[in-house]
C-alpha cells in the first residue's frame, strides 16, 4: 500500500491498532459473559445426589460384570475406555457392525436385567449414558 505521506501512514496504523483493541476487548467480553452464564447454571455440590449416582454406577457395573463375555467386553470398552465402535471393531478383531450389534444385545440385556431387579431409575441412566 502506496502511503503518500507519513501522517497517512500513522493514520492507517492509529485506526488498525484502535480497531485491533477494540475487537480484542470485545471478545474479551463476549468470553467472560460465556464464563459467567456458564457458571451461573452449574448445579451447586449435592452429596445425596452423588451418593445416589455413585450406587446407580455401582449397580450397572455389577450387571455388566455378570454379562456374556463378548457382551461385557464391548459395553466396558465403549463405557470405561470411551473407545469408538471402528477402535473396538479392531481390538476384538469384528467389524464395526457386528461392534454394534454386539453393542446393543448387551445392552438389551442390561436394560432387562436392570428391570427385573425394578431399577427403572438405571435403566433411564443406562439410556442417557447410551446417548452420550
Known amino acids: 500500500a502506496g502511503f503518500n505521506s507519513t501522517n497517512a501512514m500513522r493514520s492507517f496504523l492509529y485506526t488498525t ?3 485491533s483493541a477494540l475487537n480484542w ?3 474479551e467480553r463476549v468470553k467472560q459473559a460465556a464464563h459467567i452464564s456458564i457458571a451461573q447454571k452449574a448445579a451447586p455440590y449435592d452429596e445425596t445426589q452423588a451418593v445416589y449416582e455413585a450406587e446407580l454406577l455401582r449397580l450397572i457395573y455389577a450387571e455388566i460384570a455378570v454379562l456374556p463375555d463378548k457382551y461385557r467386553q464391548v459395553l466396558e470398552l ?4 470411551n473407545l ?3 477402535e473396538i471393531a479392531g481390538r476384538l ?3 464395526e457392525s457386528r461392534v454394534r450389534v454386539e453393542k ?3 445392552l438389551v440385556l442390561l436394560r432387562t436385567a436392570l428391570r427385573k431387579k425394578q431399577a427403572w431409575h ?6 442417557l449414558l447410551w446417548w452420550m
Open 122 to 127: 438405571n435403566a433411564v441412566l443406562l439410556y
Open 84 to 86: 469408538s465402535n471402528k
Open 104 to 106: 446393543t444385545r448387551a
Open 78 to 81: 465403549t463405557f470405561i475406555e
Open 25 to 27: 476487548l470485545k471478545h
Open 93 to 95: 478383531h469384528y467389524t
Open 17 to 19: 491498532v484502535k480497531n
